[in-house]
Each structure stands twice: as structure tokens, then as C-alpha cells.
């Protein structure tokens, strides 16, 4: 079926390095894609979105990169910092739909 | 501004029994979600409210789970009877009505539920 997921359930950094956390899609309907990042004892937080009709958005220290025709979302950090520890989810909407659907998540580890 | 607010933040039951879960959206959010995760696993989607009407519940597993929203304001869950694999964090989540507003969701910080 459709799905949503992960190549990595954990990744290790050192603190300062690039993080890349990818994310792989089935749903050819997808229209937007979006980060959550969610801390230990706390909701899914809002990172930074991203609709079909682009490939690269930036925010503060992340790019979300999608490519559609590999159905492949990616999270990079620059500079990663102790407080980007978390686990960070992909989730995609179609359509007119409000209900995203999520992804297994990704640990990020990021050692001092 | 509040954000989302749930209550009980954690809470231990015992298999068999009840237990009902609060949601409270940011003031003027008509859409209202709730979501579970459970032991590590995807945030699987349970059901969606628009004000008070039910407008997808595919995601509830099965009748042992009800949610309710009166007055289009705070939301409950409850669960009865419990059973273990009930166990995990239930996350609440709404969002402003209109088109495109929907795309960002805020959520709450969840209730941990263990059921022994």
C-alpha cells in the first residue's frame, strides 16, 4: 500500500557537522511534504515544508530537498547542534486532504 | 497564544479499565486530530474533527475507542476497556479551517498512556 518511511532509524553526528535525514515516499499523489521534529516528552514540532511544485526550500540551518521523481524527501542541518537531538518525521498530504500521514521517524544523535 | 494542551500527561491504568483523554486546540481552530504513537512506531493517524463532526475516523482502531467533541471546543478520548496494546503517546493536534491553512498542525505535548 501507500506508505511513508525511512531509510535510517538513527543517525549519529558530531556536533557542528551536516545532518542529512532522508525520508522515501510511495504516494505518487502527494502534493506537499513537511518536517516535524519531535523532542524527548513533547509533540511534533513544525521544522519547514515543502509543496510538489519545487525541489528545494530553505529555512533557518535546514533545506528540505524533494525529488519526485524518486519519490525522496530529505532534512539537511548545517552546523548540527546538541539541541537538534530529536526524532525527526517525514509526513506528506495529497490533495485537499488536512491529514498528513507520517513516517517511522529518524533518531538524530548529535554528540558534543 | 496557548497551544495545544492535553491532560493527562501521563497516565498508568490497569488492563481492563478505563481511561479518557482531553485535548484542548488553540482557541479558533475548528480542525482537531488525534494521533498515536506507539512503542517507537509511525504517529498513525486516528481521527479527524471539524468542530464537533466527525469528519474521518479510519484511523480508530476499533470500538473500544471513542472520541467525542461538543460544542466544537475541547475534545476526549476514551478508551474502554483498555488492553495493553493500547499503550503509547496519544497526540492532539488542530489547525485553523480554510483552504491552505490546514497545511500546518500544532501539536500538543501528548499523553503517555501504560496499560499493565
Given at each position: 500500500?501507500?506508505?511513508?518511511?525511512?531509510?535510517?532509524?538513527?543517525?549519529?553526528v558530531q556536533e557542528g557537522?551536516?545532518?542529512?535525514?532522508?525520508?522515501?515516499?510511495?504516494?505518487?499523489?502527494?502534493?506537499?511534504?513537511?518536517?516535524?521534529?519531535?523532542e524527548s516528552g513533547k509533540g511534533p514540532q513544525f521544522i519547514i515544508d515543502i509543496r510538489s511544485n519545487m525541489d528545494k526550500r530553505q529555512g533557518q540551518?535546514?533545506?528540505?530537498?524533494?525529488?519526485?521523481?524518486?519519490?525522496h524527501l530529505s532534512l539537511q542541518i548545517a552546523a548540527?547542534?546538541?539541541?537538534?537531538?530529536?526524532?525527526?518525521?517525514?509526513?506528506e498530504k495529497s490533495g485537499g486532504s488536512y491529514i498528513p500521514t507520517f513516517g517511522r521517524g529518524t533518531s538524530l544523535i548529535v554528540h558534543p | 497564544e496557548a497551544g495545544v494542551t492535553q491532560f493527562p500527561s501521563h497516565s498508568v491504568i490497569e488492563k481492563g479499565q478505563t481511561v479518557t483523554l482531553r485535548c484542548d486546540p488553540i482557541s479558533g481552530h475548528d480542525n482537531l486530530y488525534w494521533y498515536r504513537r506507539v512503542m517507537g512506531k509511525e504517529i498513525k493517524f486516528l481521527l479527524h474533527f471539524v468542530?464537533?463532526?466527525?469528519?474521518?475516523?479510519?484511523?480508530m482502531p476499533n470500538n473500544?475507542?471513542?472520541a467525542e467533541r461538543t460544542g466544537g471546543t475541547y475534545s476526549t478520548l476514551k478508551v474502554q476497556p483498555a488492553e495493553l496494546e493500547d499503550s503509547g503517546v496519544y497526540f492532539c493536534?488542530?489547525?485553523?479551517?480554510?483552504?491552505?491553512?490546514?497545511?500546518?498542525?500544532y501539536f500538543g505535548e501528548g499523553s503517555w498512556l501504560t496499560v499493565v
Open positions: 500500500g501507500e506508505s511513508v518511511g525511512l531509510h535510517l532509524p538513527t543517525l549519529s557537522d551536516n545532518s542529512i535525514i532522508n525520508c522515501a515516499y510511495s504516494n505518487s499523489a502527494s502534493d506537499y511534504f513537511i518536517w516535524y521534529k519531535q540551518r535546514v533545506t528540505v530537498l524533494l525529488n519526485k521523481t524518486v519519490k548540527t547542534q546538541p539541541g537538534d537531538s530529536a526524532v525527526y518525521f517525514c509526513a | 468542530k464537533e463532526s466527525k469528519q474521518d475516523e479510519s484511523g473500544r475507542f471513542l493536534a488542530s489547525s485553523p479551517l480554510g483552504p491552505g491553512s490546514g497545511n500546518t498542525i
